[in-house]
């Protein structure tokens, strides 16, 4: 079965920059609980050796050695942008697990960024949002303040996006601080680039 999840969000957005020394830190703290509580370990993006989890980004698999490995999940560090102009550019990343173990922290992670980022953040996924209690309940037994597992939080990660070849990006004009202005359809191929193993594989 096919299952995959996806994010939209600011990469370049001040909530971003604030908030992403806590999703680094929140990060590690999930594997730890998995693997307690559920028996989920995981591994690097290449589902081998160890998960990369720092200020340089997040990024982990299944572990390749028990076939539990599908499409990592790669996050980037904030860009170091300001958004003082209007630069909102919008990151869309998404990662297809087809329901390996390492689909919990997935989501568990996902869940984390929609709690701090709030409506600069929507996830979205191919399963209902039933299937995401387990996610929700790993993270609020690590953090207690995480938001009640209440209507869907799930929403459509491509609105206001255009399909370029096999990639959503954000074509809207932006300023940057500078004053010069760059289509962000550009700067969502550079994200692109560096996330490619989020795209689907053939």
């Known amino acids: 079965m096919t299952i995959s999840h996806s994010i939209r969000f600011q990469p370049c957005g001040f909530d971003y920059h604030r908030h992403w020394p806590k999703l680094v830190t929140e990060a590690d703290l999930l594997i730890l609980a998995a693997e ?3 028996d989920v370990t995981v591994a690097g993006p290449s589902g081998i050796a160890v998960p990369e989890i720092s200020k340089a980004g997040i990024g982990f698999n299944g572990r390749a050695d028990s076939l539990q490995d599908r499409q990592p999940l790669l996050l980037p560090p904030p860009e170091q942008v300001p958004d003082r102009n209007g630069l909102d550019l919008a990151l869309h990343l998404r990662v297809r697990t087809d329901g390996k173990p390492y689909d919990l922290l997935v989501k568990a992670v996902l869940l984390r960024m ?21 996610a929700h ?12 597992l209440g209507r869907s939080q799930l929403g459509d990660t491509t609105a206001g996006l255009v399909l370029v070849g096999r990639r959503w990006t954000d074509p809207r004009p932006a300023r940057h ?8 359809m550009q700067l969502a191929a550079g994200h692109d680039r560096r996330t490619q193993p989020l795209q689907d594989r053939t």
């Open 137 to 148: 309940h790993l993270a609020a037994s690590v953090f207690g303040g995480h938001r009640q």
């Open 177 to 184: 601080p500078d004053g010069a202005g760059t289509p962000l």
């Open 114 to 134: 929609r709690h701090h980022l709030s409506d600069t953040c929507v996830i979205g996924s191919s399963r209902s949002w039933r299937h995401w209690a387990q």
């Open 36 to 38: 307690v509580f559920h």
